[in-house]
């Protein structure tokens, strides 16, 4: 299993490269999780700058979670990755909520 940070830094270059620049990735996020059926995965949220996700389409959705699952298999990372997209305004709203 890889470090988080390494997890992170892989995913960061795969959303990157997949969306090319025209959305601005921020950062990553993951932690490890379980998926439904109880087996370990991984949690990728990929952070993107206010109003990115308004520039997302479909193909680059799609090639973001298939350019992610990729990197990571190719590093023999066998946890499957739950991506999530959220923006930089999302994350300061879910902050506010948990204070």
Same mark, same amino acid.
């Given at each position: 299993?890889?470090?988080?940070?390494? +997890? &992170? *830094?892989?995913?960061?270059? !795969?959303?990157?490269? !997949?969306?090319? #620049? =025209? @959305? #601005?990735?921020?950062?990553?996020?993951?932690?490890?999780?379980?998926?439904?059926? #109880? =087996?370990?995965?991984?949690?990728? /949220?990929?952070?993107?700058?206010?109003?990115?996700?308004? &520039? @997302? /389409? %479909? $193909? %680059?959705?799609? &090639? /973001? +979670? @298939? %350019?992610? #699952?990729?990197?990571?298999?190719?590093?023999?990372?066998?946890?499957?990755? +739950?991506? *999530?997209?959220? /923006?930089?305004?999302?994350?300061? !709203? $879910?902050? *506010?909520?948990?204070?």
């Amino acid at each position: 299993m890889l470090e988080l940070t390494e +997890i &992170n *830094d892989l995913a960061y270059k !795969a959303a990157s490269a !997949a969306l090319h #620049g =025209q @959305v #601005g990735v921020l950062r990553v996020i993951s932690e490890p999780m379980a998926d439904s059926d #109880g =087996q370990d995965a991984l949690r990728v /949220t990929i952070v993107l700058k206010r109003g990115g996700i308004d &520039n @997302v /389409t %479909g $193909d %680059g959705a799609l &090639n /973001t +979670i @298939v %350019g992610v #699952g990729q990197a990571l298999s190719a590093a023999r990372e066998d946890r499957f990755p +739950i991506i *999530d997209f959220v /923006t930089e305004e999302e994350l300061e !709203a $879910d902050a *506010d909520l948990e204070c």
